[in-house]
């Protein structure tokens, strides 16, 4: 077993490789350029919900209040009539950048902390490079990527969006894992 205190350096150097490899992968102009469509009639739309000052969160349109009203036939029409959609409505203006790079940085820490926790618990001292690669690697690709798979099954979000974020995902994890074969107390 190796303590979670023993593992700091890992732990930084990881999410801070991760949070640089994914700001290049999300600045380059091909990778994620096309990740969301542009809403056809998009002034249209924008005009006609702007009067209704939706607050911002998660909308499911059509949406029911009960098993009865799925049922409904009422319900059936709209569904059959549309649009039908899942909408996530953000505060107006520009958001905050530095908030988000902030909440992203700690999200990286987190699972990489994780990651840590784990293979610590599975790998004592001394080990090689390959052994602590495999644990923190196989970890952090599950916290990069698997929960993202659920907004495509459940939500129809663009198949292609989580295959290119999966491919992230992996990037990330192998550069947390090869920093935490590196990094891993002899």
């Known amino acids: 077993m190796t303590p979670l205190s023993a593992l700091w350096l890992p732990i930084l150097l990881s999410a801070v490789f991760v949070f640089v490899a994914s700001s290049i992968i999300h600045m ?13 009639r998009e ?9 209704l000052a939706i607050p911002p969160g998660d909308y499911m349109i059509p949406k029911c209040n009960s098993r009865e ?15 039908v959609m899942v909408a996530t409505v ?14 992203w940085f700690l999200y990286i820490a987190v699972v990489e902390v994780f990651a840590a926790y784990i293979a610590g618990r599975a790998i004592a ?13 196989a970890v952090s690709f599950i916290g990069y990527s698997l929960a993202l798979w659920q907004l495509t099954i459940w939500y ?25 074969g590196w990094l891993w107390p002899r």
């Open 156 to 180: 129809r979000r663009a198949f292609s969006l989580a295959v290119k974020e999966t491919i992230d995902g992996i990037i990330y994890a192998v550069i947390a894992g090869v920093t935490f």
């Open 69 to 83: 009203e799925m049922k409904s036939a009422a319900f059936q029409e709209k569904l059959k009539q549309g649009p």
């Open 90 to 103: 953000m505060p107006n203006g520009m958001f905050s950048m530095g908030r988000s790079l902030a909440l």
């Open 125 to 137: 001292p001394p080990t090689t490079f390959r052994r602590a690669f495999r644990f923190t690697g």
């Open 28 to 40: 380059a102009p091909l990778w994620h350029r096309n990740d969301f469509s542009k809403l056809p």
């Open 43 to 51: 002034e249209a739309v924008i005009a006609a919900l702007r009067p």
